[in-house]
């Protein structure tokens, strides 16, 4: 069956056949006996689950206009790009400051980034349309998540890894901000790296999703690619935005008044 613009619309069957693939991994899990067979498949169950409830919330929203509903939504999206920034850490900040810092720093930088696009390149009417709002949200979280999970997790293991050499730039008369300054660099240089890469390959080593998703549907390919581009620059600006504010607030609470490096405010994630 045919939807619009010759999009072809699938049935629950078509799924069944493409989740075969996942089974047939899950199958190999237990020949090989890597134990990550129960893992996948919890993880297809859950993306199915989960990604069908989004669904049927965007179907509703998307029938709808209300920035009422809209921006709960969003503030929900950032919440759990937050939590997961806080999941993904080796060592996190004691209390809730890993997520914190983490959840500031995406929401600046992804409703920055959003609004941007949204009042200036897209122009939908109204603006706060969650058709294009929370999809472009979307993209742009999912992406600056994982910047900003990489550069607070390097820049608290550089710190800890570095410790002699930062307290000994203290004993010298340095700043803590001086003495840091070498791990905040190669914190923010590995948060940015993912980004980099992404528009490094794009088109060539892969065709990004939005672009693919605006083919498959029967956009003309030079509009769908201008369109992945904008999500790209928007992509990377968030991301850059998000790490910086991270570590700066990140470095911030790895001292105090008497620029001493307090490694004592960090603690093992496996203590959650």
């Not at 998540?145 to 997790?153: A, E, F, Q």
């Not at 993912?194 to 003309?220: E, K």
């Given at each position: 069956m045919?939807?619009?613009?010759g999009?072809?619309?699938?049935?629950?069957?078509?799924?069944?056949?493409?989740?075969?693939?996942?089974?047939?991994?899950?199958?190999?899990?237990?020949?090989?006996?890597?134990?990550l067979?129960?893992?996948?498949?919890?993880?297809?169950?859950?993306?199915?689950?989960?990604?069908?409830?989004?669904?049927l919330?965007?179907?509703?929203?998307?029938?709808?206009?209300?920035?009422?509903?809209t921006?709960?939504?969003?503030?929900?999206?950032?919440?759990?790009?937050?939590?997961?920034?806080r999941?993904?850490?080796?060592r996190?900040?004691?209390?809730?400051?890993?997520?914190?810092?983490?959840?500031?720093?995406?929401?600046?930088?992804?409703?920055?980034?959003?609004?941007?696009?949204?009042t200036?390149?897209?122009q939908?009417?109204?603006?706060?349309?969650a058709?294009?709002?929370?999809?472009?949200?979307?993209?742009?979280?999912?992406n600056?998540?994982?910047?900003?999970?990489?550069?607070?997790?390097?820049?608290?293991?550089?710190?800890?890894?570095?410790?002699?050499?930062?307290?000994?730039?203290?004993t010298?008369?340095?700043?803590?901000?001086?003495?840091?300054?070498?791990?905040?660099?190669?914190?923010?240089?590995?948060?940015?790296?993912?980004?980099?890469?992404?528009?490094?390959?794009?088109?060539?080593?892969?065709?990004?999703?939005?672009?693919?998703?605006?083919?498959?549907?029967?956009?003309?390919?030079?509009?769908?690619?201008?369109?992945?581009?904008?999500?790209m620059?928007?992509?990377a600006?968030?991301?850059?935005?998000?790490?910086?504010?991270?570590?700066?607030?990140?470095?911030?609470?790895?001292?105090?008044?008497?620029?001493?490096?307090?490694?004592?405010?960090?603690?093992?994630?496996?203590?959650?």
């Amino acid at each position: 069956m045919n939807g619009p613009a010759g999009f072809v619309a699938l049935d629950y069957w078509d799924l069944a056949a493409a989740a075969l693939l996942v089974a047939l991994n899950a199958l190999l899990s237990l020949v090989l006996r890597l134990n990550l067979e129960r893992a996948m498949v919890i993880a297809a169950a859950r993306m199915v689950a989960q990604l069908l409830l989004v669904g049927l919330v965007l179907r509703y929203l998307f029938s709808i206009q209300s920035l009422w509903l809209t921006g709960p939504v969003a503030l929900v999206m950032v919440i759990v790009a937050g939590y997961e920034i806080r999941r993904r850490q080796g060592r996190v900040f004691t209390g809730p400051w890993t997520f914190a810092l983490g959840g500031a720093s995406i929401m600046v930088a992804g409703t920055l980034a959003t609004l941007l696009a949204l009042t200036t390149q897209i122009q939908p009417d109204p603006w706060y349309d969650a058709r294009f709002a929370l999809p472009l949200l979307g993209m742009i979280l999912g992406n600056a998540m994982n910047g900003v999970s990489i550069g607070l997790d390097r820049l608290v293991s550089l710190a800890v890894r570095d410790r002699a050499a930062i307290e000994a730039r203290l004993t010298l008369g340095h700043t803590f901000a001086d003495a840091i300054r070498p791990v905040a660099r190669e914190a923010f240089r590995g948060g940015l790296t993912h980004s980099i890469n992404a528009m490094s390959a794009a088109g060539i080593v892969f065709l990004p999703g939005m672009m693919t998703g605006q083919i498959l549907a029967g956009a003309d390919p030079l509009e769908a690619v201008k369109y992945q581009i904008l999500i790209m620059f928007l992509i990377a600006g968030a991301t850059g935005i998000g790490v910086l504010l991270a570590l700066s607030l990140g470095t911030l609470r790895l001292t105090d008044g008497r620029h001493r490096l307090r490694l004592d405010r960090l603690r093992p994630a496996e203590g959650d």
